[in-house]
């Protein structure tokens, strides 16, 4: 895929910000099947220098279930249709699909002295910004990564360090069918209440336009560079 041929912008660090950080672009790449998005980031990464920019992606997946190095094959229950792609970042098994917000960071986390568990916690923590932005409350956990609304699983996350690198990310449900979820057990865990963003709000066409809109900006906040107005 030719990244270029999507919307991108640069970030703009912080001017009140006291460290130097390095470029960030910002790439929205609408809906795509999974495969040759996750080869393009694991390609990036193996390939990258310490000079490269690092990026964001938010994009969609088409349907597929993906399974993180730890997956058990039991957390599958009846895949159907929708395949069943084996990965390479952390947890279990989990559900892409059309309405379904994903942001994948691809960062150089040893430029920025990031540690996994840093990292988590500033997705988390954009995450639960974005959702109070909708007047959503919702909370973390400390051993089950990802965003919660009255325990019921509204985000997932699973990362992959790699030669200094960061890449894969989290998925935020907003306005999706989710039903597929029903045929997996949810990052592992049995029985797991799943909710979307359009729950809890009422749905419309640009409800996904303005989540993602939001928490790119959180994303941006929490790694040191400016809020933008990005235009439609």
Same mark, same amino acid.
């Given at each position: 895929?030719?990244?270029?041929?999507?919307?991108?912008?640069?970030?703009?660090?912080?001017?009140?910000?006291?460290?130097?950080?390095?470029?960030?672009?910002?790439?929205?790449?609408?809906?795509?099947?999974?495969?040759?998005?996750?080869?393009?980031?694991?390609?990036?990464?193996?390939?990258?220098?310490?000079?490269?920019?690092?990026?964001?992606?938010?994009?969609?997946?088409?349907?597929?279930?993906?399974?993180?190095?730890?997956?058990?094959?039991?957390?599958?229950?009846?895949?159907?249709?929708?395949?069943?792609?084996?990965?390479?970042?952390?947890?279990?098994?989990? *559900? =892409? @699909?059309?309405?379904?917000? %994903?942001?994948?960071? &691809?960062?150089?986390? $040893? !430029?920025?002295?990031?540690?996994?568990?840093?990292?988590?916690?500033?997705?988390?923590?954009?995450?639960?910004?974005?959702?109070?932005?909708?007047?959503?409350?919702?909370?973390?956990?400390?051993?089950?990564?990802?965003?919660?609304?009255?325990?019921?699983?509204?985000?997932?996350?699973?990362?992959?360090?790699?030669?200094?690198?960061? *890449? =894969? @990310?989290?998925?935020?449900? %907003?306005?999706?069918? &989710?039903?597929?979820? $029903? !045929?997996?057990?949810?990052?592992?865990?049995?029985?797991?209440?799943?909710?979307?963003?359009?729950?809890?709000?009422?749905?419309?066409?640009?409800?996904?336009?303005?989540?993602?809109?939001?928490?790119?900006?959180?994303?941006?906040?929490?790694?040191?560079?400016?809020?933008?107005?990005?235009?439609?």
């Amino acid at each position: 895929m030719i990244l270029s041929s999507y919307k991108h912008f640069n970030a703009e660090p912080k001017k009140d910000g006291n460290q130097i950080l390095p470029p960030l672009v910002i790439r929205r790449l609408g809906l795509q099947e999974y495969e040759p998005i996750w080869k393009s980031m694991r390609y990036l990464v193996e390939q990258a220098s310490a000079a490269r920019n690092d990026e964001i992606w938010l994009l969609s997946h088409k349907p597929v279930f993906t399974q993180g190095l730890a997956g058990k094959a039991k957390h599958i229950l009846n895949p159907a249709e929708i395949p069943v792609v084996q990965i390479d970042r952390g947890g279990q098994v989990t *559900y =892409h @699909g059309p309405g379904q917000l %994903v942001v994948y960071l &691809l960062l150089n986390v $040893s !430029r920025r002295s990031l540690g996994v568990r840093d990292l988590v916690d500033l997705i988390e923590k954009a995450i639960i910004q974005t959702l109070e932005e909708f007047d959503i409350a919702a909370s973390n956990k400390a051993k089950a990564p990802g965003v919660y609304v009255n325990d019921a699983k509204i985000a997932a996350l699973g990362l992959r360090i790699r030669k200094g690198w960061s *890449y =894969h @990310g989290m998925s935020l449900n %907003v306005q999706m069918d &989710l039903e597929p979820f $029903s !045929r997996i057990n949810p990052c592992g865990f049995e029985n797991l209440a799943v909710t979307q963003i359009a729950d809890h709000v009422p749905a419309s066409d640009t409800l996904m336009q303005k989540v993602s809109k939001v928490l790119s900006n959180k994303l941006l906040s929490e790694l040191g560079y400016s809020e933008t107005n990005e235009s439609d």
